[in-house]
């Protein structure tokens, strides 16, 4: 399982989270910070994930490596 810690200290991009942790993660799934920033993972200029609502959690649950 993946966790909001987790999530907010990585500092990833959606798409690197689905391709790391085999989750599929769409737009309305996340929520970013104001500002876009350089993914950790990917290097590339994008919209880094903060959390994912309350109510989209469930599909944290089935993440793995």
Do not use: T
Not at 29 to 37: A, E, G, H
């Amino acid at each position: 399982m993946l966790s909001q810690k987790k999530i907010a200290s990585l500092g990833y991009c959606r798409r690197c989270i689905n391709q790391v942790y085999h989750v599929h993660l769409e737009r309305q799934d996340v929520m970013v910070y104001p500002s876009v920033y350089e993914c950790r993972k990917c290097g590339m200029v994008r919209n880094i994930v903060a959390e994912v609502p309350f109510f989209r959690r469930w599909k944290l649950f089935l993440a793995h490596k």
